[in-house]
């Protein structure tokens, strides 16, 4: 079993930025692919950003690139997503998965961003 907590979400301005940070326990973290997805009301949830077991590896959706980062911290067993530049349509909440790609996965509660315009 594999436990994600995440926090960090709020209300912000559109322009300004938020960090989200999900915290994984329950199996060796340091081999698992992870990845941040959001669902916004009246939609599927989608991808955001994907990071190798490593951390020199991330993948980005097109809507978020150059504007989000992912990052890892194996020693704190942390994933973390830095947004800056946000816009109202990133309001949603947002979800880390872990391992991410994997047949079988798990999914933190989520954390809310809002961005007002």
């Known amino acids: 079993q594999v436990q994600l907590v995440e926090s960090g979400g709020g209300l912000v301005q559109a322009g300004g930025s938020l960090g989200l940070s999900c915290a994984v326990s329950g199996r060796p973290f340091r081999w698992y692919d992870l990845g941040w997805f959001r669902q916004a009301p009246e939609k599927e949830r989608e991808f955001v950003a994907s990071?190798?077991?490593?951390?020199?590896?991330?993948n980005y959706a097109d809507s978020v690139k150059g504007r989000f980062t992912i990052s890892r911290d194996n020693a704190k067993n942390t994933v973390f997503l830095q947004m800056n530049s946000l816009k109202p349509e990133d309001t949603a909440v947002y979800y880390c998965?872990?391992?991410?790609?994997?047949?079988?996965?798990?999914w933190g509660q989520g954390t809310q961003v809002t961005v007002s315009a």
């Open positions: 990071i190798d077991w490593s951390g020199g590896g991330t």
């Open positions: 998965n872990a391992p991410f790609g994997a047949a079988q996965s798990y």
